[in-house]
């Protein structure tokens, strides 16, 4: 069907741009953004909405957590008859530059969770490498995906209290990813569950101030890596240098004795540029963390990315953290806030990370689900 963005420039298929290039259910295109002040460091918001052409669904979330209590809202649509339009419900996310702006929005909903913010990027943009994986000959994961880092504006209302973000002092950053995503299947309401053969994976972003820092690796046993993107970007506008790619990186990671689940204390990673240049940096997590399973990663309640719920649907709830039961519920996957330093500098981030079953280091937190 013919959409306004067939007006523009850009079509690599012959058909409209509500079209995509094979019939895979798991074909989607997702923006997810996250932000937190850094002068109190108490607080987090994501994000996110989900596009599954195939499935003729768009869905969204948005979620707050403080330390010990997590707000989530959920909402799903029909895509057609407007599959381009990025609103569901009383959510919308608007591309107002291209990898400068964006305005993400929450009106009145069942949550108590409303904001109008602008993402306003800082850094230029890091692209992936490519993600391509198959299993038993068929493509299970075929992906490009980009983040960028950046300040927010606006204001955000939630437990019944309003909170004004200022760009000086509100930092986070945004993920735009699109094509075949691997399935991920956590919810054990819902079987049969993801198997996951021993690794490890940790995904960072760091912002200093004038520049930012992009690491993701995912190990099969130590030292073995089946996955290695990152970079070191410059301010919006600078010119990016191939000799700011990152070449490899090892890890030192500390763990608290949380019997609820894997949560990281600390972590040294040692990272080696293209250009041969070496050095360490000091991770710290802090208490706040948003547990993705808010947004349906993996999977909630029988819920799953993509799901039909009808023409528009909604819920929401309300997580004590602190409640046994809840934290088996929400497991491990969850972006949590990071410091840190990298030489006399420290910066600001988010960290996602896992350890498997198996996987030849850090056995004391194994017992827990590692996604």
């Known amino acids: 069907m013919l959409t306004a963005q067939d007006d523009l420039i850009g079509h690599q298929l012959p058909t409209t741009f509500d079209q995509i290039d094979n019939s895979d259910p798991a074909w989607m295109e997702r923006l997810w953004y996250t932000g937190h002040p850094i002068d109190s460091l108490d607080i987090i918001f994501d994000i996110g909405l989900g596009y599954h052409p195939n499935r003729n669904v768009m869905d969204a979330f948005a979620g707050v957590a403080i330390a010990g209590r997590q707000w989530n809202f959920r909402v799903s649509r029909q895509l057609r008859p407007d599959p381009l339009t990025t609103t569901v419900g009383p959510l919308a996310i608007t591309v107002l530059e291209g990898l400068k702006r964006h305005r993400l929005q ?45 300040r927010y504006a606006g204001w955000i209302q939630f437990n019944g209290q309003r909170h004004d973000i200022r760009p000086e002092t509100w930092w986070g950053q945004r993920d735009h990813s699109w094509g075949v995503r691997s399935e991920m299947r956590t919810d054990e309401s819902s079987p049969p569950l993801t198997y996951y053969p021993p690794f490890l994976y940790a995904w960072t972003t760091v912002q200093f101030q004038n520049r930012g820092l992009h690491v993701f690796f995912k190990e099969r046993a130590p030292g073995d890596k089946i996955y290695l993107s990152g970079e070191e970007t410059v301010a919006l506008g600078g010119k990016a240098s191939s000799r700011h790619q990152l070449a490899d990186v090892t890890h030192d990671m500390v763990w ?34 948003y547990f993705l399973k808010g947004g349906l990663y993996g999977g909630l309640n029988g819920w799953f990315h993509g799901d039909f719920k009808g023409k528009l649907y909604s819920e929401s709830e309300q997580w004590d953290l602190k409640d046994a039961n809840t934290r088996r519920l929400v497991r491990t996957l969850a972006d949590q806030i990071i410091e840190v330093r990298d030489g006399d500098e420290v910066g600001y981030g988010i960290m996602e990370y896992g350890v498997g079953k198996g996987y030849d280091l850090y056995p004391s937190i194994q017992q827990h689900p590692p996604i």
């Open 256 to 289: 608290h004795d949380d019997p609820l689940g894997q949560s990281l204390q600390s972590a040294t990673f040692q990272l080696r540029f293209a250009d041969g240049s070496q050095r360490d940096i000091h991770i710290r997590t802090l208490p706040v963390k």
């Open 106 to 150: 929450l009106g009145p909903n069942e949550s108590g969770i409303e904001f109008d913010i602008q993402f306003l990027a800082s850094m230029n943009a890091h692209e992936e490498k490519a993600h391509l994986r198959r299993r038993d000959g068929r493509v299970t994961e075929n992906m490009a995906r980009a983040q960028q880092l950046g």
